[in-house]
Nanobody, 124 residues
Framework: QVQLVESGGGWVQSGGSLRLSCVASGRTFSYYTMGWFRQAPGKEREFVAN????????YYADPVKGRFSISRDTAKNIVYLQMNILKPEDTAVYYC?????????????????WGQGTQVTVSS
């Protein structure tokens, strides 16, 4: 059974940084795509970034390009989301997700496994 557990959320002032972590367990993720999504109050869940577990290719949503960086530690089975130059509009619950296959898919419905989410709040 795949389990994803996020951590690292919190409160930060505009312009600050946070690093989110997602510990993945339950299987080998060699042929998986790992993603980060976020959902703000009253809004739909939106794609943030993803990474191919094998090879490490990354893909980002336009609003976070140049500010966020996704990476993974294959030895520890952890996916990270480094978030810099945070803005109030980045405030949301951030979710880690996984799907079998190697593809830059941004549709949340295509992801099979989800973590419980971690709250990120950016004050102005």
């Amino acid at each position: 059974q795949v389990q994803l557990v996020e951590s690292g959320g919190g409160w930060v002032q505009s312009g600050g940084s946070l690093r989110l972590s997602c510990v993945a367990s339950g299987r080998t993720f060699s042929y998986y795509t790992m993603g980060w999504f976020r959902q703000a109050p009253g809004k739909e869940r939106e794609f943030v970034a993803n990474i191919l577990w094998s090879g490490g290719s990354t893909y980002y949503a336009d609003p976070v390009k140049g500010r966020f960086s996704i990476s993974r530690d294959t030895a520890k089975n952890i996916v990270y989301l480094q978030m810099n130059i945070l803005k109030p509009e980045d405030t949301a619950v951030y979710y880690c997700a996984a799907r079998p296959g190697r593809a830059e898919i941004v549709d949340a419905r295509a992801y099979d496994y989800w973590g419980q989410g971690t709250q990120v709040t950016v004050s102005s």
